[in-house]
């Protein structure tokens, strides 16, 4: 299934490379958006006075 | 008439809320629209184009290689393009975009430095070499990075944007550095391939990876693009009612 | 356009204006140093100072390449069409070294004109072909026009 190339090494990191650096290029702004909307929820809970502290 | 209706069209893009539903409705597509393309470009380059005559297999790095090297200067004249808009009109949803785009060329660029690497050295038997083409490169992703950090230092995210659209207007030289290194001096880099005027000097059998990687990466850069422009409108209107109100919704 | 906004793009399209000025006159001042190679031309016309460290690209003339059977040392002719230049070297070849390529070779020029390598690397064309029709090109007579160097 997986073609057998010649400088396999150097063809399949490449590869490889592009696949993470998209991959991460994904993930990054949905993981920080997430953590943004954490703390904006959290300050809301705050503000409108039912927030249930987790150190209480 | 529809010089009119582009302008509010214009306009209503620069209204934060508008500004951040664009950017949530056009991500999925852009995203499903790179998956296909970089699905089909891939299929072929591993499996369906022939190897080269003089480089056998380590030719395919070129199909990663180029369309990487194309977005980073692209993402870099698109950057220029809305740094320009951002200083003339100061719209603030376009001062975010600016922004939005460096992170995502400097990938492009970084990646395009290490296909390079890894091609250069089974074929012109170095890693690196100091010519006029690679070293060029290395200056844009000094000059990507240099912009995200300009931006960060400073504690006015408006004032930080300005500042950098600063730069990347000043930036802007090194783009057509890149691409007439070649022409211009000698190079360990070989010459373009792909000519825009002119024949290109690839047999046509090989083109169709190039093109749907190449189609791919523009949709995978607008899709990054937008992604990270809206966390960052996000954060910076984190105390306007917009963004409470967005915030109830969801939640 | 706003008065302001007339200002503010002028002020834009002057400094990309200037800062591209700069660079022209930089770089055409630095020329000679962003050259990454020298051809052999250039070095029969004495523009390559001897016994000093320079690359020199060109071609592998066709028929030159003599390896010594015992070691890794090897010789060839670097050619640009006009002139020639006998380059030796003892070491591992890139694997695209081959006759008819590019290749450029870090080294000296002795005083009788012969280029000591130390370090040679090959310089690949623009052009890419499966190899049938490369085949099919060459039986045909048409080989793909040499890349310039």
């Known amino acids: 299934m997986i073609p057998e190339l010649d400088y396999a090494f150097y063809v399949w990191t490449s590869y490889g490379l592009f696949a993470v650096i998209m991959v991460w290029q994904f993930i990054q702004p949905r993981l920080r958006r997430r953590r943004i909307l954490a703390e904006l929820r959290e300050e809301l809970a705050l503000q409108s006075g039912n927030y249930d502290d987790p150190n209480a | ?251 | 356009m706003t008065p302001t906004r007339k200002k503010r793009l002028a002020i834009v399209a002057l400094l990309v204006l200037g800062v591209g000025a700069a660079a022209a006159v930089a770089f055409t001042a630095l020329n000679d140093n962003m050259l990454y190679f020298v051809s052999p031309t250039d070095v029969h016309a004495a523009a390559a100072p001897e016994d000093k460290q320079i690359r020199l690209g060109g071609l592998v003339a066709a028929g030159s390449v003599q390896r010594d059977p015992d070691s890794l040392s090897v010789r060839f002719t670097v050619t640009d069409g006009r002139h020639d230049v006998p380059v030796s070297f003892e070491g591992i070849l890139p694997d695209l070294f081959r006759e008819g390529q590019g290749v450029i070779a870090h080294g000296r020029l002795n005083q009788d004109g012969h280029f000591h390598a130390n370090e040679v690397l090959a310089r690949h064309d623009e052009n890419y072909m499966p190899p049938e029709v490369m085949k099919s090109l060459e039986s045909a007579g048409h080989p793909p026009e040499a890349s310039k160097q």
Not at chain 2, 9 to 28: A, D, E, I, N, Q
Not at chain 2, 48 to 73: K, T
Not at chain 2, 84 to 92: D, E, F, G, Q, S
Request: charged share 15%; hydrophobic share 55%.
């Open chain 2, 1 to 251: 008439m529809i010089f009119h209706r582009l302008k509010v069209g214009f306009h209503r893009l620069g209204s934060p809320p508008t500004f951040h539903k664009l950017c949530r409705v056009l991500s999925p597509w852009l995203w499903a629209g790179f998956l296909l393309c970089a699905a089909i470009g891939l299929y072929y380059a591993l499996y369906v184009v022939p190897p080269d005559y003089q480089q056998g297999d380590s030719y395919r790095i070129l199909f990663i290689h180029v369309p990487a090297a194309w977005q980073a200067m692209a993402s870099y004249v698109i950057m220029a393009i809305l740094a320009a808009i951002a200083l003339i009109w100061r719209i603030r949803t376009v001062e975010i975009m600016t922004m939005a785009a460096a992170p995502v060329g400097a990938a492009f660029t970084a990646l395009c430095l290490a296909t390079g690497s890894l091609w250069g050295k089974p074929m012109w038997g170095t890693w690196w070499a100091w010519d006029a083409r690679l070293t060029s490169m290395l200056v844009l992703l000094f000059i990507y990075l240099g912009i995200m950090g300009l931006y960060a230092a400073f504690e006015d995210r408006r004032k930080g944007a300005r500042v950098a659209c600063i730069l990347v207007l000043v930036g802007l030289v090194n783009i057509p550095l890149i691409h007439f290194s070649v022409e211009w001096w000698t190079t360990l880099h070989q010459g373009a391939t792909i000519r825009l005027l002119g024949e290109s000097r690839m047999h046509p059998s090989m083109l169709p990876p190039l093109i749907w990687m190449t189609i791919g990466v523009k949709l995978m850069f607008g899709a990054a693009m937008l992604d990270r422009a809206r966390n960052d409108l996000l954060e910076q209107d984190r105390r306007k009612n917009w963004i409470r109100q967005l915030i109830g919704e969801s939640a």
